[in-house]
């Protein structure tokens, strides 16, 4: 028995050891392509020679990193601002009040969430561009300072796990709704708010569809995503600045998940059917 | 005793329930209007109106002119249009498949770690926070022919790799293996599932005699069955809208230096990698023909529908029926 037990230990460690390094060792391949000079990049060598670490800055010639960067952030951070201020309200009024037609309302809210953006691509990029706003970021954050199907989603699912006795003590307490939500449920849903924001925040940054419908034309408002795809065609046999590249646009995301990886594995499980 | 007064005096202050009713519906008006405005204007409308392009010619620049089903007439003889229909479907069935069952057995074997599950639950997650176009090129440089990792590996076992990315047989399963690297997030989901059967039901099947596989098919997979049903249907919809990685994967291969200009990287090798949303970018934003990318639209709703309704019954049971 005991036998059986440590060779099952044995069994399912080295799996889990297996599926660690699936999932890690491409990444690693990708930084040590990244700091290998431009010929031993090109070649099957896997370790490299000698480290090219001024690879990571040698890119920002190469391309205006630092435009992209900045219209990232522009994008990502406005839009994730937009939209804790349209989806916060709607998420409480959607979880916490009572009123005729909301579970319309919500089924709304998940359909609006699976609608594939190219479904409704034609008519949205006719309207920006004549109101001459295509070739700008106004259409790709506009949106979020009114709606976001997902964050209103996954705010109100973290909402709906607030005890509704915290809102109607409030309320007799004589807190008009709008002071019910400042001060009971948003301090409360804290942690929800934070990962909703984490995602809002990811997907805007990774977003390759808007972008590219929105600003491919005009280089000087290109996004991480936008230029990265680009930057692998342009710098051709240069494998190890794309792979620098490529981190560098990584890396945020990185980072971001190693302060808030409590808030990220909250928000995913939420996004499923967990209540 | 102070607090019961407190309670007592705000009871008798609080308004009549007639006059907060009204009060609570219209602060529900006020809370829901901004959503209520963006989801008609970058929804309910758009749809309406793509619908409504898709019976029209359209170039941007003049006028919509009526068209009847000439759209639609002319998809049915379209040979790319039932290319990236197959391409499609193709994701659809297989991307679906493996998905799941992927993040299946890796949320399984990260739920029976006694030790590392932290790092081994991070690693997992983390690609799938790589922006899907870096995700599609550090898979494109791994699948380097002749020079990459993976076709280094293949030769330790005496495998030639084949193209990859440049190879119309290899293109859709390269595609398929960086959605996979990113599934962290459903494997996230189904651990949770996992995690949270009772201890009880395990424990009787332990007692009567099963072993971990036996209780792994009858406890396990039985109990965590609406999840994986959630995630088949999220598969589909994933599938349904696959658009990034099949352009970054086709012009990286082509080699093609443009982000729009150029038609020749689309769907490169031989068409493999156009899929459904491609080939209606395609036609829409670099052809102008937006009638028939409005067509192509339609159809890509209607299909999505199908697979949303499926979703939206099953979240109606899953998810907490809300008190208040």
Redesign the interface.
């Known amino acids: 028995m005991t036998t059986r037990r440590t060779l ?2 044995i069994a ?2 080295s ?3 297996a ?2 390094l699936m ?5 690693v ?2 930084l040590l ?1 990244a700091v290998m000079s431009d010929s031993q990049a ?3 060598d ?1 370790w490299p020679r000698e480290w090219h670490w001024g690879n990571f800055l040698e890119v920002f010639e190469a391309a205006p990193l630092l435009r992209y960067l900045g219209n990232s952030l522009l994008y990502s951070l406005l839009a994730t601002a937009g939209m804790l ?3 916060v ?2 998420a ?8 005729r037609g ?1 579970q319309a ?1 919500f ?6 969430m ?14 920006w ?1 004549s109101l001459g706003l295509t070739g700008t970021l106004w259409p790709l954050v506009v ?1 979020y ?5 997902f964050s ?1 989603f996954l705010l109100r ?1 973290f909402m ?2 607030i005890p ?1 006795s915290y ?1 109607d003590a409030a ?4 807190c ?3 002071q019910a ?1 400042l001060r009971v449920v948003v301090p409360m849903a804290r942690p929800g708010i934070a990962a909703t924001a984490l995602f809002c925040f ?1 997907y805007t ?2 977003d ?2 808007g972008p ?2 929105y600003t ?2 005009v280089p000087e408002q ?1 996004t ?3 230029a ?3 930057f ?3 710098h ?1 046999v240069q ?1 190890n600045l ?2 620098a590249v ?1 981190l560098l ?2 890396l945020p ?2 980072v ?2 190693a302060f808030a ?1 409590r808030s ?2 909250r928000g ?2 939420f ?5 | 005793m102070t607090a019961t007064l407190d309670r007592a005096r705000a009871a008798r202050t609080s308004p009549p329930p007639g006059r907060s009713r009204t009060r609570r519906r219209l602060t529900a008006l006020a809370f829901t209007a901004p959503a209520a405005l963006g989801f008609t204007l970058f929804f309910a409308y758009p749809l309406v109106a793509t619908v409504g392009f898709s019976f029209t010619r359209y170039d941007l620049i003049n006028p919509p002119e009526w068209a009847g089903l000439a759209n639609y007439a002319y998809m049915l003889g379209d040979d790319l249009f039932w290319t990236s229909v197959r391409n499609t479907l193709w994701f659809v069935v297989v991307l679906t498949s493996a998905r799941v069952a992927f993040a299946l057995g890796v949320a399984s074997v990260i739920a029976r770690l006694r030790s590392g599950v932290g790092l081994v639950r991070t690693l997992c997650y983390l690609p799938s926070l790589t922006p899907p176009v870096a995700a599609t090129l550090v898979f494109f440089l791994l699948m380097r022919p002749n020079e990459g990792p993976v076709d280094a590996f293949l030769g330790w076992f005496g495998v030639e790799g084949p193209l990859w990315f440049a190879d119309p047989a290899w293109a859709k399963p390269g595609i398929a293996a960086v959605v996979l690297w990113v599934s962290g997030d459903l494997m996230i989901i189904i651990l949770a599932a996992i995690l949270d059967v009772p201890r009880e039901q395990h424990e009787a099947a332990e007692l009567d005699g099963a072993g971990a596989l036996r209780r792994w098919w009858h406890v396990t997979l039985p109990s965590i069955s609406p999840v994986l049903l959630f995630g088949v249907v999220n598969s589909i919809v994933l599938a349904l809208q696959l658009f990034t990685q099949a352009v970054v994967a086709g012009s990286a291969a082509s080699g093609a230096a443009d982000v729009t200009g150029s038609t020749k990287n689309i769907g490169f090798p031989e068409n493999s990698t156009l899929t459904f949303p491609v080939w209606l970018y395609t036609q829409g934003f670099r052809y102008f023909d937006m009638g028939y990318a409005s067509a192509m639209a339609t159809v890509l709703f209607v299909a999505s529908f199908a697979a949303t309704a499926l979703l939206v019954r099953r979240l109606r049971r899953a998810t907490p029926q809300e008190e208040g």
């Open positions: 099952d230990w399912v460690h799996a889990g050891l599926l660690g999932f890690a060792l491409p990444v391949f990708v392509t090109f070649t099957a896997l201020l349209s989806s309200p709607a409480y009024a959607l979880a916490k009040l009572r009123w909301r309302a089924l709304l809210v998940v359909g609006a699976l609608l594939p953006p190219q479904v409704v691509a034609v008519p949205l990029y006719d309207a561009s949106p300072f009114l709606f976001d199907a209103v699912q709906l796990t509704q809102v309320r007799v307490d004589g008009t709704e709008f939500l990811l940054w990774n390759y569809f590219l419908l491919s034309e290109w991480l995503s936008l990265l795809s680009s692998k065609s342009l051709q494998w794309a792979m490529t646009v990584m995301a990185i971001l998940f990886q990220f594995v995913v499980t996004t499923g059917v967990k209540g």
